[in-house]
């Protein structure tokens, strides 16, 4: 775990880190498409809070029947920043563009978020190395030519926002690490009740009509990002935050694409543009040069650990 949760995480298991990426990996590539559908019948910000605020309350409670501890002030400021960074300027800027673009040319141009994060590093101190500009270039290409086609050129207020959120989620995703807040599954309920709050005071202040669907569609995608985008799948993501490398939570973005741009295709009948297909394997190949770097790097690490004197002395020891 980080020191931004204030002390050390439990063990994670291969299985529950396998269980975690899974889930990260295929379910939130649906989400894209049922935030399509919630808001065609719920105000925006409305269905952001009350998505959260739900899904937070259920888990918080669940860990106050465990007996597990509540978190402190300190905690939920902390806890009340990322959840703004995550959930209601990243996430809700996507429930936001998806007024103006289809779902799946959505999580496209969010292809590039372990990129944005590399460069977030590097503001808080860790500059990103040669390849890896050459990785964020690659990306940068991918997403511009994704914007040239008539998915994402109809609507570039759309595209613009998306960027917005991707620029949020990576900042918060870097600052996890750095402030304080609670630990495991308190601390993602807490960021969730505190996106719930903020997500309807933003609805209120918009002017927006609390009024509920009628729709039984739109009540089941609520239902489903409730329990599964947000219950398990953002539970799931911060779960691997705490426990491995960032760049490992991030590859989430290899997959999330082309599973939304089925579900898309597939359920909501959306069509995309060629260049969509062309940039998305330029972006996704940029952040498959991001990750191959990292891993590279820890490998180096690992074997110069290895060589080290201390362990040396040890080795002898040990026969």
């Given at each position: ?14 299985w ?18 049922a ?58 800027s ?5 007024h ?61 926002i ?11 995703t ?34 927006e ?9 739109v ?10 985008g ?65 891993a ?7 074997r ?16």
């Open positions: 775990m980080s020191s931004a949760q204030g002390g050390a995480a439990t063990p994670a298991s291969v529950s880190i396998a269980a975690c990426l899974a889930t990260v990996y295929i379910v939130w590539g649906t989400t894209y498409f935030i399509k559908v919630g808001i065609q019948g719920l105000p925006t910000f409305f269905l952001v809070g009350t998505r959260f605020l739900a899904a937070g309350g259920v888990l918080l409670g669940w860990q106050a029947l465990r007996g597990r501890r509540m978190p402190g002030l300190p905690e939920w400021r902390g806890a009340a920043l990322l959840g703004l960074l995550f959930l209601v300027l990243g996430n809700g996507v429930a936001v563009a998806e103006r673009i289809s779902s799946g040319a959505t999580v496209a141009l969010g292809s590039v978020m372990p990129l944005a994060t590399a460069l977030w590093s590097g503001v808080f101190g860790q500059w990103p190395r040669r390849m890896e500009w050459l990785a964020i270039a690659l990306g940068g290409l991918g997403a511009a030519i994704m914007l040239l086609g008539r998915d994402l050129q109809a609507s570039l207020a759309g595209a613009l998306v960027l917005f959120g991707v620029t949020s989620w990576s900042l918060g870097v600052l996890s690490r750095r402030i304080r807040g609670p630990h495991g599954a308190t601390g993602f309920a807490a960021e969730m009740i505190c996106a719930g709050v903020v997500g309807l005071a933003l609805s209120a202040a918009l002017g009509r609390w009024s509920l669907a009628h729709a039984p569609r009540w089941l995608a609520w239902g489903y990002l409730v329990v599964f947000s219950l398990v799948g953002f539970s799931a993501f911060r779960y691997l935050v705490e426990r491995v490398s960032a760049t490992l939570a991030a590859t989430y973005a290899y997959v999330n694409p082309p599973v939304a741009l089925l579900v898309g295709w597939g359920l909501g009948g959306e069509s995309f543009s060629s260049s969509l297909f062309v940039g998305l394997p330029i972006a996704l190949a940029g952040v498959a040069l991001h990750g191959w770097v990292h590279r790097a820890g490998a180096e690490r690992l110069g650990a290895l060589r080290s004197p201390e362990v040396a002395r040890a080795s002898r020891m040990v026969k």
